[in-house]
């Protein structure tokens, strides 16, 4: 009996702490089954506790990565690595919401023990809104895949541009020419060994140096004044 309490109260105590979120999060069980969804979630992906409640979370969400390849199912790779790790790194995910519309997501997973002997895992599911993020790294390597073909950006190489490189590190140049060639956050981090948030920051330190306000006008810039077109050097595994 008091082993039923503290296993109610560890699960209350869970499902408050995620109620309280500001990012969407939703519990499956080990059969993958739905056991909470937060209001954040129902938010983004328009489905109700009622919609989700015990339903497998594959049937539900059908997710699918960059290359169109199917993550959600039965067999699902990152809730079995989740039970063997206790974590999985944070991966981008497009999803689909009630109504039958894609949604990029980025999400993290990591495992919650309900009791000591490592039994009664729960898989919990953090994930944030980046469905505007990802449609501009989509929409930016069609527009370079458009320049390359037809050479509609000149190459205006000069003193100012050489200064502006000079500003950036090694690495950012590496991710700015990755950038240049359509890869996106999680491509660039496979490519170069580093995490997606590590990809993210130096993104961002680019945007700063280059005085621009997207990856877009970064990357079009640095076409147009031939910063990039260099290799980078995938031996080098560096943050």
């Given at each position: ?37 937060n ?17 497998p ?12 390849r199917?993550?959600c ?83 205006e ?83």
């Open positions: 009996m008091l082993v039923t309490v503290l296993l109610e109260e560890l699960v209350s105590n869970l499902f408050e702490a995620l109620k309280a979120a500001g990012d969407g999060a939703f519990v499956v069980d080990e059969e993958l089954r739905i056991q909470y969804w209001d954040m979630a129902g938010e983004i992906l328009e489905f109700d506790w009622g919609d989700v409640a015990s339903q979370c594959y049937l539900i969400l059908m997710g699918y990565d960059e290359e169109k199917l993550i199912k039965k067999r699902c790779r990152v809730a079995e690595m989740a039970l063997k790790t206790g974590r999985v790194s944070n991966y981008d995910v497009r999803m689909c919401t009630k109504q039958g519309n894609n949604h990029w997501l980025n999400m993290s997973v990591f495992t919650y023990q309900m009791n000591e002997n490592g039994h009664n895992k729960v898989i919990v599911h953090l994930f944030r809104d980046i469905n505007g993020k990802k449609e501009n790294e989509i929409f930016l390597g069609r527009i370079l895949e458009a320049a390359r073909q037809y050479h509609s950006i000149p190459a190489k000069g003193f100012g541009s050489e200064i502006l490189l000079s500003k950036l590190t090694r690495r950012e140049r590496e991710v700015l020419s990755l950038m240049a060639e359509g890869h996106g956050t999680r491509e660039i981090s496979e490519l170069l060994f580093i995490s997606t948030n590590t990809v993210r920051n130096h993104i961002q330190h680019i945007l700063e140096k280059l005085q621009v306000h997207s990856r877009l006008e970064a990357v079009t810039y640095a076409i147009k004044h031939d910063l990039v077109g260099r290799k980078p050097d995938n031996t080098y595994r560096g943050g």
